[in-house]
C-alpha cells in the first residue's frame, strides 16, 4: 500500500493552510496532533522532542510559559526536553501538527568519474568544459576537514555548538579546522567538489570548481541537527542549489511529511534547493527504501558498482509503490487528496569502493584500502549520493554559463533523470528508478538549455 497523510495536516505544516494562525484560533480540521509513537506519554522523565507547527509565526506563542523551547528561525520546528504528559498536552494544543523523538539517523556508509563520464565533462570532450564554478554545494555530514589540500573551496565549515537552549547560534563557523573525527563527511565533500591537489588531480571530485558549505554534526547524527542544518541554511545562505544528504532513517519506515526532516527538504526545495539523499544499505530485500528518499521533492540515488550493477547493498523500492514521480508531487500541491510517497530510487551511481578524501588521522582512514595518506576507499550509498550530488552541480554550471538563468529543482532532478542509462536488463524502477547516472547526457541538455520534463522520464522495466 502506498504511504499517503490527510492532505490539509501536510499543508498546514508548511504554512500553506492556517498562515499566520494564532494561538487558540486555528482555521482547518481538528486540534488534536499525533504525539511520535517511540516517546513515552506515561513517564515524567524529560524526553527530547520536535515539535511541528502550523507556522513558525507562532511558536512562541503555543510554548511560551510552559516549556524550555529552541524556536527554529525560519523551519516551522521548536526543540523541547519534557515529561511524557507535557508531550502529550503539547500535542493537543492548537497550531500543533505533531510532536515527534529526537531520533539518532544513520550515515550510510575504477574510478567513479570516468564510468559517470564527469571526466569528459571537466575535459570539454563533447560539451565544453564545466568544474561547478559558479555552484553552491551544502554538506550535512560527520564534518570536513577544513585544512584538507583538496577542500581549500571550503567556503563555510560549521560545527554543532551542542546546546540549543541559550546558545545565540547552533552551529559556530570553524574556519580552517577539522571538524570531522570520523571521516565520513570528508569523505562525501571530498567527491563532490575536492580538487585532488594531494594526488596531482587524481582523486578530485565531481564538481571542484563548486564552493563548498559543510555543515559538522559530528560522529552522531540526529534529527535535531539535522533540520536544524536545513534551518541555518535557509535563514543564511540564500545561493545555495544543492544539499547533500549521505544519511537517513532506518529503511522500510512509511514516509510521511510531517516528520522534520520531510518539512525542511521540503522547505528548501520551495526556496530553489535541490535535496540529494542515498537510498539506504538495507538492500537487497525490497521496501527498504531510506523514507527521506521517498519524498517526491528530493533525489534519492542508490549504488552500483563499476559495471553499473546495482550493489547488494543497495536498498530498493516498493514493487507495488507509486514510482510516478509528477503524480506524487502533485499530492503535494493539492488541497484534495493524500500525499503520496514516491516508493523507488531515483538514479544509480557509483557507491562501491569509492576513494575519496579523508584526514591521515579519521577513524575511517584507519579501515580504509588506500595507500594514499590523504585519501581511503569506502562503500556505500553515502558515496554515490555525493556523486550525484556533483552531477548536479555540473548540470546547473552548464545551465548558467550558458545564459540560461538559474534552473529550478525539479528541472534539474529531471534532466539527471531522463539522461540516465537503462541498458542493464536487470534494472527495475524499485532497484534503480531511471537508471544510471550519465553525467554527459545531463549537462548537454543543460548546456543548449532544453531542460527535461516528466514526460522525458523513462524508468527501468
Given at each position: 500500500?502506498?504511504?499517503?497523510?490527510?492532505?490539509r495536516?501536510?499543508?498546514k505544516?508548511?504554512?500553506?493552510v492556517?498562515a499566520?494562525?494564532?494561538?487558540?484560533?486555528r482555521s482547518?480540521e481538528?486540534?488534536?496532533?499525533?504525539?511520535?509513537?517511540?516517546?513515552?506519554?506515561?513517564t515524567?522523565?524529560?524526553?527530547?522532542?520536535?515539535?511541528?507547527?502550523?507556522?513558525?509565526?507562532?511558536?512562541?506563542?503555543?510554548?511560551?510559559g510552559?516549556?524550555?523551547?529552541?524556536?527554529y528561525?525560519?523551519?516551522?520546528?521548536?526543540?523541547?526536553?519534557?515529561?511524557?504528559?507535557?508531550?502529550?498536552?503539547?500535542?493537543?494544543l492548537?497550531?500543533?501538527?505533531?510532536?515527534?523523538?529526537n531520533?539518532?539517523?544513520?550515515?550510510?556508509?575504477?574510478?567513479a568519474r570516468e564510468?559517470?563520464?564527469?571526466?569528459?565533462?571537466?575535459a570539454?570532450?563533447?560539451?565544453?568544459?564545466?568544474?561547478?564554478?559558479?555552484?553552491h554545494?551544502?554538506?550535512i555530514?560527520?564534518?570536513?576537514?577544513?585544512?584538507?589540500?583538496?577542500?581549500?573551496?571550503?567556503?563555510?565549515?560549521?560545527?554543532?555548538?551542542?546546546?540549543?537552549?541559550?546558545?545565540?547560534t547552533?552551529?559556530?563557523h570553524?574556519?580552517?579546522?577539522?571538524?570531522?573525527?570520523?571521516g565520513?563527511?570528508?569523505h562525501v565533500?571530498g567527491?563532490?567538489g575536492?580538487?585532488?591537489?594531494?594526488?596531482?588531480?587524481?582523486?578530485?571530485?565531481?564538481?571542484?570548481g563548486a564552493s563548498?558549505?559543510?555543515?559538522?554534526?559530528?560522529?552522531?547524527l540526529?534529527i535535531?541537527?539535522?533540520?536544524?542544518?536545513?534551518?541555518?541554511?535557509?535563514?543564511?545562505?540564500?545561493?545555495?542549489?544543492i544539499v547533500?544528504n549521505?544519511?537517513?532513517?532506518?529503511?522500510g519506515e512509511?514516509?510521511?511529511?510531517?516528520?522534520?526532516?520531510?518539512?525542511?527538504t521540503?522547505q528548501?526545495?520551495?526556496?530553489?534547493?535541490?535535496?540529494?539523499?542515498?537510498a539506504?544499505?538495507?538492500?537487497?530485500?525490497?521496501?527498504?527504501l531510506?523514507?527521506?528518499?521517498?519524498?517526491?521533492?528530493?533525489?534519492?540515488?542508490?549504488a552500483?558498482?563499476?559495471?553499473?550493477?546495482?550493489?547488494?547493498f543497495?536498498?530498493?523500492?516498493?514493487?507495488?509503490?507509486?514510482?510516478?514521480?509528477?503524480?506524487a508531487?502533485?499530492?503535494?500541491?493539492?488541497?484534495?487528496?493524500?500525499?503520496l510517497?514516491l516508493e523507488?530510487i531515483?538514479?544509480?551511481?557509483?557507491?562501491?569502493?569509492?576513494?575519496s578524501?579523508?584526514?591521515?588521522?579519521?577513524?575511517?582512514?584507519?579501515?580504509?584500502?588506500?595507500?594514499?595518506?590523504?585519501?581511503?576507499?569506502?562503500?556505500?550509498?553515502?558515496?554515490?549520493?555525493?556523486?550525484?550530488?556533483?552531477?548536479?552541480?555540473?548540470?546547473?554550471?552548464?545551465?548558467?554559463?550558458?545564459?540560461?538563468?538559474?534552473?529550478a529543482?525539479?528541472?534539474?532532478?529531471n534532466?539527471?533523470?531522463?539522461?540516465?542509462?537503462t541498458?542493464?536488463?536487470e534494472?527495475?524502477?524499485?532497484?534503480i528508478?531511471?537508471?544510471?547516472?550519465?553525467?554527459?547526457?545531463?549537462?548537454?541538455?543543460a548546456?543548449?538549455?532544453d531542460?527535461?520534463?516528466?514526460?522525458d522520464?523513462?524508468?527501468?522495466?
Open positions: 500500500m502506498a504511504d499517503t497523510i490527510g492532505r495536516g501536510f499543508l505544516t508548511l504554512g500553506v492556517g499566520g494562525t494564532v494561538f487558540g484560533v482547518g481538528g486540534a488534536s496532533g499525533i504525539v511520535d509513537a517511540t516517546l513515552d506519554t506515561t515524567s522523565a524529560l524526553q527530547e522532542a520536535l515539535v511541528v507547527f502550523e507556522s513558525n509565526a507562532i511558536i512562541d506563542e503555543v510554548l511560551g510552559r516549556v524550555e523551547y529552541y524556536a528561525d525560519v523551519l516551522p520546528l521548536a526543540y523541547i526536553a519534557a515529561g511524557g504528559g507535557l508531550l502529550q498536552e503539547l500535542a493537543a492548537d497550531g500543533v501538527v505533531t510532536v515527534r523523538a531520533r539518532e539517523l544513520e550515515y550510510h556508509n575504477a574510478d564510468i559517470t563520464g564527469t571526466n569528459d565533462v571537466q570539454g570532450e563533447g560539451v565544453d568544459g564545466y568544474d561547478g564554478s559558479s555552484t554545494v551544502a554538506v555530514d560527520s564534518g570536513v576537514d577544513g585544512d584538507h589540500p583538496d577542500l581549500s573551496n571550503v567556503e563555510n565549515n560549521y560545527q554543532w555548538v551542542g546546546n540549543p537552549f541559550g546558545a545565540p547552533l552551529w559556530a570553524t574556519g580552517s579546522l577539522d571538524t570531522d573525527t570520523l565520513h563527511g570528508t565533500t567527491t563532490i575536492g580538487d585532488g591537489s594531494a594526488s596531482a588531480g587524481r582523486q578530485r571530485g565531481h564538481a571542484p563548498l558549505t559543510a555543515y559538522s554534526a559530528g560522529v552522531s540526529s535535531l541537527k539535522a533540520s536544524a542544518a536545513y534551518d541555518h541554511l535557509l535563514a543564511t545562505h540564500s545561493d545555495v542549489q547533500s549521505s544519511f537517513g532513517s532506518t529503511g512509511p514516509f510521511d511529511p510531517t516528520a522534520p526532516m520531510n518539512v525542511a521540503k528548501a526545495y520551495d526556496a530553489g534547493i535541490l535535496p540529494v539523499f542515498s539506504g544499505n538495507a538492500g537487497p530485500d525490497s521496501a527498504t531510506n523514507p527521506y528518499a521517498k519524498a517526491p521533492y528530493v533525489l534519492g540515488v542508490g552500483t558498482n563499476d559495471q553499473r550493477q546495482v550493489t547488494e543497495s536498498s530498493r523500492g516498493d514493487p507495488n509503490g507509486v514510482f510516478d514521480r509528477q503524480r508531487l502533485s499530492t503535494v500541491e493539492s488541497e484534495d487528496t493524500d500525499v510517497a523507488r531515483g538514479v544509480g551511481a557509483p557507491g562501491n569502493a569509492i576513494v578524501t579523508v584526514s591521515p588521522t579519521d577513524t575511517l582512514n584507519l579501515t580504509g584500502a588506500s595507500s594514499e595518506h590523504y585519501y581511503t576507499e569506502l562503500s556505500g550509498t553515502s558515496m554515490s549520493c555525493p556523486c550525484v550530488s556533483g552531477i548536479a552541480a555540473l548540470l546547473i554550471d552548464a545551465y548558467q554559463q550558458n545564459g540560461h538563468g538559474t534552473p529543482p525539479i528541472d534539474v532532478l534532466t539527471i533523470e531522463a539522461t540516465a542509462i541498458d542493464r536488463s534494472y527495475t524502477a524499485s532497484s528508478g531511471a537508471g544510471f547516472v550519465d553525467s554527459v547526457g545531463a549537462v548537454s541538455r548546456e543548449s538549455g531542460l527535461a520534463d516528466f514526460e522520464v523513462t524508468l527501468a522495466r
